[in-house]
Each structure stands twice: as structure tokens, then as C-alpha cells.
Nanobody
């Protein structure tokens, strides 16, 4: 099994920045990719960014140029640096780990509020 714990919850004004962290533990060798997802009230969950074990990153069009995903393998942690935040970025953010069965492991979520 894999456990994921997000941190970095916060409230910022539009234009501000936040950094989310996703700490991995357990059978981390099973992880091929870690992604960040978000869900706003009344909306479907959407993918935000993902990074594989080689560091290749992918972003949703809505966050390209503003968000950066990175990983520190020594700390088994994936980060999401969010800059130039907009009110529409307000959501509950989750990290998820992808193994052979897809994104089977999820964190508990961390709230980002942009006013």
C-alpha cells in the first residue's frame, strides 16, 4: 500500500502564491506517477498536474505557466508550486499516486482558497 499526506492548505488573495506538498510513504516503489487533482464545490474533479519518476511533468491548460510540479525523491515528496492564483483555483486539492492499477492511492485533500 501507499500512503499520501498533503499539506500546504491556505487562503490567499488573487495573484498570490502557495506551495502544496504530498508526502509519500509505504510501498513507494509501486508509484509510476504522482498527480495533483482538484475539486471545487459543484464541479467535477479535474487533473491539474502530474509528474513521473523521471521528472517529466504535464499540466492542465488552465494552470500552465502558473503552476509547477516537482519532486524530491530523497524526501519522497511531490510539490505543487502555485503562482498567480485566481479565484477559480479555489478548490480541495488532492494528490494521487499511479501504480499498475491507475490512480489507486489518494491523499485526504487540502483546501486552497483564493479571494
Amino acid at each position: 500500500h501507499v500512503q499520501l499526506v498533503e499539506s500546504g492548505e491556505g487562503s490567499v488573495q488573487a495573484g498570490g502564491s502557495l506551495r502544496l506538498s504530498c508526502a509519500e510513504s509505504g510501498d513507494t516503489y509501486m508509484i509510476n506517477c504522482v498527480g495533483w487533482f482538484r475539486q471545487a464545490p459543484g464541479k467535477e474533479r479535474e487533473g491539474v498536474a502530474a509528474i513521473d519518476q523521471n521528472g517529466a511533468a504535464h499540466y492542465a491548460d488552465s494552470v500552465k505557466g502558473r503552476f509547477t510540479i516537482s519532486r524530491d525523491n530523497a524526501k519522497s515528496t511531490v510539490y505543487l508550486q502555485m503562482n498567480s492564483l485566481k479565484s477559480e483555483d479555489t478548490a480541495l486539492y488532492y494528490c494521487a499516486a499511479q501504480g499498475v492499477a491507475g490512480f489507486a492511492y489518494w491523499g485526504q485533500g487540502t483546501q486552497v482558497t483564493v479571494s
